[in-house]
């Protein structure tokens, strides 16, 4: 199994980015997928979360101006950022918690995507 995480870029602050996590392998389902970010000489942090069922969650800072979303039958979870903020650079990181066709329910992650808003 494997998630690949793609979209991110350069963009100006009050532009948009689509991030995609696109997860391949041997995946009966995928249950909560999830983004998080980690900017330079930060922890990183959880942005938003999706459950299969399509509820959301978002950290405060990004309320309003990203929206997670998934297509379950492309097994692609997506990150919408609109009005991106400086505070917003950072490398994006996809996860899902993904139920194997060999079993088990393991949580795996993406290799990061880079997102620079410049003013």
């Known amino acids: 199994v494997q998630l690949q995480a793609s979209g991110g870029g350069l963009v100006q602050a009050g532009g948009s980015l689509r991030l995609s996590c696109a997860a391949s392998g041997s995946i009966l389902s995928i249950n909560a997928m999830g983004w998080y970010r980690q900017a330079p000489g930060k922890q990183r942090e959880l942005v938003a979360t999706?459950?299969?069922?399509?509820?959301?969650n978002y950290v405060d800072s990004v309320k309003g101006r990203f929206t997670i979303s998934r297509d379950n039958t492309k097994n692609t979870g997506y990150l919408q950022m609109n009005s991106l903020q400086l505070e917003d650079t950072a490398v994006y990181y996809c996860?899902?918690?993904?139920?194997?066709?060999?079993?088990?329910?393991?949580?795996?992650w993406g290799q990061g995507t880079l997102v620079t808003v410049s003013s």
């Open positions: 996860n899902a918690d993904i139920l194997r066709r060999l079993g088990g329910v393991v949580t795996y």
């Open positions: 999706i459950t299969k069922g399509g509820s959301t």
